[in-house]
């Protein structure tokens, strides 16, 4: 398993900010993702947060929108840049460890942009 | 990539009935996991099952990869199975994971 922190768990933000998300997982991990959740939808992958390198972003997210930055193998930051209020939702980072492939999810944090 | 569907979409059940959830996928995989999602919106593992029968508890799942399906059973249902069930899979070359849109659960007392 996964022990995975994710800061904050929940804010409000006003519309034109910018909000920077922190995920901190207990032990070293293979890959990590961020993940955005629509208000009673299903889980919608942005990018896959690469070690040292730039993401890989899903199609209709773009880096200048969704900065993520993973400086090391147990660590990375999502930022929700120019915020509006169709960004309200549940975002959550995943991690996957080891050869199993399995995915373990963070606590996620609720923002809700005014 | 890979299309995952879930059935039912919505589910009412009285506490203590029993329940099967489907997960459909239109490709081979290597794995599949099941997660509970409760009303604060924690995602929870419930199963990780490639293939073959688990149990834990009041809950259990079977994959059948060859026939590209898997079910959840949950028997004697309370109310703290209430919430959102997702089941997931990971595309061909590993670097992603597929969601179905999930069945919601709502156990009446």
């Known amino acids: 398993s996964a022990v995975i922190s994710q800061k904050p768990s929940r804010d409000i933000c006003q519309r034109g900010t910018s909000l920077t998300i922190q995920c901190q997982v207990d032990?070293?991990?293979?890959?990590m993702f961020w993940y955005r959740q629509q208000p009673g939808q299903s889980l919608t992958l942005i990018a896959t947060?690469?070690?040292?390198?730039?993401?890989?972003?899903e199609s209709g997210f773009v880096i200048d929108k969704f900065p993520i930055s993973r400086p090391n193998l147990t660590f990375s930051t999502l930022t929700v840049s120019n915020m509006s209020p169709e960004d309200s939702s549940i975002y959550l980072c995943?991690?996957?460890?080891?050869?199993?492939?399995?995915?373990?999810f963070g606590p996620g944090t609720r923002l809700t942009v005014t | 990539g890979i299309q995952v569907e879930q059935s039912p979409p919505d589910l009412i059940l009285q506490e203590g009935a029993n329940s099967t959830l489907r997960c459909n996928f239109s490709?081979?995989?290597?794995?599949l996991q099941w997660f509970h999602q409760n009303p604060w919106g924690q995602l929870i593992n419930l199963f990780y099952?490639?293939?073959g029968t688990k149990q834990n508890g009041r809950l259990s799942a079977t994959t059948v990869a060859t026939e590209r399906y898997s079910l959840l059973y949950i028997s004697s249902s309370q109310t703290t199975d209430s919430g959102v069930y997702f089941c997931?899979?990971?595309?061909?070359?590993?670097?992603?994971?597929?969601f179905g849109s999930g069945t919601k659960l709502n156990v009446k007392p």
């Open positions: 997931a899979v990971p595309g061909n070359n590993f670097n992603k994971f597929y």
């Open positions: 032990s070293q991990v293979t890959m």
């Open positions: 490709d081979s995989v290597n794995n």
């Open positions: 947060a690469n070690q040292g390198s730039e993401a890989t972003y």
């Open positions: 995943s991690v996957v460890r080891g050869s199993s492939y399995e995915q373990y």
């Open positions: 099952i490639p293939s």
